[in-house]
């Protein structure tokens, strides 16, 4: 393991339970392993730097742009989680994670853009100056662009399912956790097609938070086919307020 301002690496050993039934990561626990990583490298700087979270505070991701390699980690392999702060400005920060084996194979590439959250408030805090100091960032005007999913066109016909938001979907920043999200927007997609395709690449937009407990629509659309990829259109819904946009290329497996 090593550590600096702007980079972190750790080890990581795949467990049974975070692969599906092909003894490949699953979607969602990639995403969850880039947030470990996160955290880890958070630690890690402030117990360098000698400062400490603001307890009031917590980071909430609005999107994600990622790549993944059509081949993923598997049962009891170990591999390389990395996560480097790339870019920051007053209200939004930017990080990129890669998930790698130990011989340096990329399985993924993440990028996350995310907010500063008040959990008593529920609503978006700046950045302080104090971050750009402990991460060795220059605030910048503008940030780099990150794909936006496609989006679903009113009145096309969509599969659909309901999930109901469980106390134990929340994390202990006191909302629904990410990998969750996951999970509800891929079980609509039914067992076959997981089982044959591989997800190729993925834009998510977390628009408004849902909260338990939230009854949510999960819903998908197939669009058309992109770069050779299958190309499906989802969204996770309250009500009639759209939570969630995001979309996924596929090649089968």
Known sequence: MTVDLRHYQMKHQVTYFECDETGQLKLS????????????????????????????????????????????????????????YTAANRFFAQRTYWLKSLTGQLYATIK????????????????????????????????????????????QAVTAAEYRVRYFDLDSNRHVNNARYFDWLLDPLGADFLLHHQVATVAIRYRREVRYPNMVTSQWTAAPTTSGHLTTVHQIKVGETVNVSASFTWQKK
């Open 112 to 155: 996350t853009q995310c907010v500063l959250l008040s959990l008593t408030k529920r609503k978006m805090v700046p950045i302080n100056q104090e971050y750009f100091q402990r991460y060795q960032l220059e605030p910048t005007n503008q940030l780099p662009k990150l794909d936006q999913p496609l989006k679903m066109a009113d009145g």
């Open 29 to 84: 626990m990639a995403f969850a392993l880039a947030v470990l990583v996160s955290e880890k490298h958070d630690e890690a700087v402030q117990e360098a730097s000698g400062t400490r979270p603001h307890s009031d505070q917590a980071w909430v991701i609005t999107n994600y742009q990622a790549r993944f390699a059509p081949q993923q980690p598997t049962n009891e392999e170990i591999i390389l989680l990395e996560t480097e």
